[in-house]
């Protein structure tokens, strides 16, 4: 298999897709990284664990229906070209 941009592409997807689908209460929870009630003050920096945690709650958010468009998308090409 070649290293190609659609390789590249198809891994950042997949990588998009684990993070869409982790369940804050089910598997983050038990590591440890559930939510947090200690909000910080005004002009406090966020941690590295609560940005990530952020991170991974804008992505469940905000790129829920964009990643069906293309899921099917890439599901579509695989079917047409193999």
């Given amino acids: 298999m070649a290293f190609t941009l659609y390789s590249l592409i198809q891994t950042l997807i997949l990588c998009v897709n684990a993070i869409a689908v982790l369940h804050e209460e089910r598997f983050l929870s038990k590591m440890g990284w559930g939510v947090d009630h200690g909000v ?16 991974i ?3 469940r958010t905000i790129m829920r229906v964009p990643l069906i468009i293309v899921n099917s998308g890439c599901i579509v090409l695989l079917l047409l070209f193999g």
């Fill in 57 to 59: 709650r804008s992505v």
């Fill in 40 to 55: 910080g003050g005004f002009g406090d920096d966020p941690g590295v664990k609560a940005q990530i945690l952020n991170l």
